[in-house]
């Protein structure tokens, strides 16, 4: 067998030009043979499928590029939960745009390494335009804002409390029961104390609650607020949460890896008034951004805030080097190796622009309460509330939490679609997270029928799951 060709050079896209087409076609393919939003037959069905279909991953003897990539990528995505479907609503998931994962292709084909200028100067250049652009969207007036490249939400919380702890020693980290998972394990792998979990009776953090918290506990505190919580959507009320935290000395991060986008949206942006106030926050381009995955940010006033992430690798950031010129990158992340996700989002913010992506955001949130108003007009169905973002808690009317998950776990089974589940004080409820610009009202029809029919089949089936 040949050496097999490299993908950067002069002579790479030439390589790739083939390839690509190959693993265009399977794409095609196995979503064709799924003909849904994910496969039917559950776990068992799907991966012995999987295996029979791409025998053995490490022969003795290559099949060759073509025939590895349609066997592959068409047994992948015929077994895949489609975001670009639909019916896929369950999770913060979300389609990406062509042209985020057309610019993915090229970050893959160029592999800049992000922890050292030496193997990313343009990319590192890109990085720090990139970060400083979007921390200016949520600190307008702040002097010298910054941003650093994460994972994810889960990363930038991690860093949130991280930085929150090199300022002030072990900080007492308060948050409420809607917080996501991610603050009381960041508190825990940082050998912090447990956060303080206060109540979110109506979805939100409860604010007597924090204000007996503030004034309860001593030293230093991190109140962390929510932007779009997991569960249902909900947006805590920042600004008079900021006013206590100001109040009481405490510190105030904002964890909007869902709802940060809508700072794009003039009709609404207003949701996150005082956005600006908390000394971090996290955003997730790969939710309400519509990025592959990932495209987290971690957003801070100041970037000497920054500082204390600096470390020192004589291979990566020699002293002389960085006195002669040569950024040093170690400090823009925990990680060492890691790819140019900037690329693909600059590629998406200046294609669209502020008016293309408010667009964006609009037409799903609008599409979310066209969902809202088809529930609310169906006497078999019941609506938890209106959204807050673009997340939707239904169920059938009079319908027990058994009854609900048989439902889900139906519908999966089936293959016929994708929705969450979500617990609140009034028990479990179905999760619709719409992130996709271009569900139809049909689309959005045809889902609630799927629910109404699974519903009578768990009915007559006594609530047993399939």
């Known amino acids: ?101 057309a610019a993915d292709l090229a970050a893959s084909a160029l592999n800049p390494s992000m922890d050292s200028w030496d193997q990313a100067p343009a990319a590192s250049a890109l990085e720090t335009a990139l970060t400083t652009a979007l921390a200016t969207e949520i600190y307008p007036h702040a002097p010298q804002p910054d941003a650093l490249v994460t994972t994810g939400g889960t990363e930038a919380n991690q860093l949130a409390l991280l930085l929150a702890r090199e300022r002030h020693g072990p900080v007492q980290t308060i948050c409420a029961a809607n917080a996501h998972h991610s603050i009381t394990r960041a508190a825990w792998l940082l050998g912090l104390p447990r956060p303080v979990v206060i109540p979110a009776p109506a979805g939100v953090m409860d604010l007597p609650a924090l204000r007996d918290a503030l004034l309860r506990n001593d030293g230093p505190l991190l109140v962390t607020a929510t932007a779009g919580t997991t569960d249902t959507g909900r947006i805590d009320p920042l600004t008079d949460i900021a006013d206590l935290t100001t109040t009481h000395g405490a510190e105030l991060h904002i964890d909007a890896a ?145 009854t609900v998950a048989t439902i889900r776990r139906t519908l999966l089974d089936r293959g016929h679609a994708v929705l969450g589940r979500a617990h609140t004080d009034q028990g479990l409820w179905l999760k619709a997270t719409l992130l996709n610009p271009h569900t139809t009202p049909d689309d959005l029809r045809s889902l609630l029928t799927l629910v109404t029919h699974a519903h009578t089949g768990a009915t007559k089936e006594g609530s047993t799951p399939r």
Request: charged residues 15%; aromatic residues 2%.
């Open 258 to 402: 869902y709802g940060g986008p809508l700072l794009f949206s003039p009709t609404h942006r207003h949701a996150l008034r005082s956005l600006q106030r908390a000394h971090s926050v996290t955003l997730d381009l790969h939710k309400l951004g519509w990025q592959p995955a990932s495209a987290g940010i971690l957003a801070v006033p100041h970037h000497h805030h920054l500082d204390v992430l600096h470390h020192h690798a004589p291979y990566l950031n020699a002293d002389d080097d960085t006195d002669a010129g040569l950024p040093d990158l170690l400090g823009r992340s925990l990680r060492t190796t890691r790819r140019p996700d900037a690329l693909k989002i600059a590629v998406t913010l200046q294609a669209l622009g502020r008016d293309g992506l408010a667009e964006l955001v609009d037409r799903t949130l609008t599409t979310a309460h066209h969902l809202a108003d088809l529930i609310d007009a169906d006497p078999a169905l019941e609506l938890y509330d209106r959204p807050t973002i673009s997340t939707v808690l239904f169920r059938p009317t009079h319908t027990d939490d058994t």
């Open 1 to 101: 067998m040949p050496t097999p060709p490299l993908a950067g050079g002069t002579a790479g896209p030439a390589h790739l030009r083939p390839l690509i087409d190959t693993v265009l076609t399977a794409l095609h393919d196995g979503a064709t043979r799924r003909n849904g939003p994910l496969p039917a037959g559950g776990p068992d069905t799907v991966t012995q499928h999987l295996l029979r279909t791409t025998g053995l991953l490490i022969p003795d003897h290559g099949t060759g590029a073509h025939h590895a990539l349609r066997t592959l990528v068409t047994a992948l995505a015929e077994g895949a939960a489609d975001p670009a479907h639909p019916h896929c609503a369950a999770h913060l998931h979300t389609p990406p745009l062509a042209l985020a994962a």
